[in-house]
């Protein structure tokens, strides 16, 4: 079993959906990452978080460290959100374990 | 403000042949780590280093090798390509040891060892 789980795999929503990734962990953490990563491109860092909840723009990201479960919504999803959604924990400085990731496809 | 800049972006070799994936960050990071990316898995950690003159291995260190000979740069190095190795490599940097960090990427090479 991998120490970090996402899931879906895959989503496509409609423009203007909510949408909500998951990620579970298995291992103790000092915090969590959530990343995203265009179709070609590189990989950019969304939110770091080891409790509660952070908000930026559209996008929100919680973590419930007891269930060790951590979840990323986007409110009001566009096309332009259309990108893989990277799940990484940090449990031994500043090594990260990755999940595989979400594929999300916004229609318009 | 350049950020993590990795050379070349595209790169194809034959199998046997050796070379050196460059990366390079201008953000005083003490920490710079290389990862490769293959389909359906998570990125995998292959060597890190927390300064110039430290490293280690990761998860995947079979095949590469780094060095730190100053703050600014982390080469990744194939030694003798394999088929295996096809993947996109990432070069990542934060600071280090001040809790917990945000990682910067840079944008990538993708290799391909036919």
């Known amino acids: 079993k991998n120490e970090v789980e996402q899931s879906p795999q895959n989503l496509t929503a409609q423009e203007g959906e909510f949408i909500t990734i998951n990620c579970s962990y298995s291992?103790?953490?000092?915090?969590l990452h959530w990343l995203q990563q265009h179709p070609g491109g590189g990989i950019v860092s969304l939110f770091m978080l080891s409790s509660g909840k952070k908000k930026h723009g559209r996008l929100i990201a919680t973590i419930n460290i007891q269930e060790k479960h951590s979840s990323l919504h986007i409110t009001a999803s566009h096309p332009r959100d259309s990108a893989v959604y990277i799940c990484?924990?940090?449990?031994?400085?500043?090594?990260?374990?990755f999940g595989a990731g979400t594929i999300l496809r916004v229609k318009s | 403000n350049a950020g993590v800049t990795q050379t070349p972006k595209f790169q194809v070799l034959k199998t046997g042949q050796s070379m050196t994936l460059q990366c390079a960050q201008d953000m005083n990071h003490e920490y710079m780590s290389w990862y490769r990316q293959d389909p359906g898995m998570g990125l995998r950690l292959i060597h890190y280093?927390?300064?110039?003159?430290i490293t280690d291995q990761g998860e995947v260190p079979n095949g590469y090798n780094v060095s730190r000979s100053t703050t600014e740069d982390f080469p990744l190095r194939l030694l003798s390509a394999a088929p295996s190795q096809t993947s996109v490599y990432f070069c990542?940097?934060?600071?280090w040891g001040i809790g917990n960090q945000p990682q910067h990427f840079g944008d990538g090479t993708r290799l391909s060892i036919l």
């Open positions: 291992v103790g953490i000092s915090a």
């Open positions: 990484a924990v940090s449990s031994q400085g500043n090594k990260l374990v």
């Open positions: 990542a940097s934060s600071f």
């Open positions: 280093s927390v300064g110039a003159g």
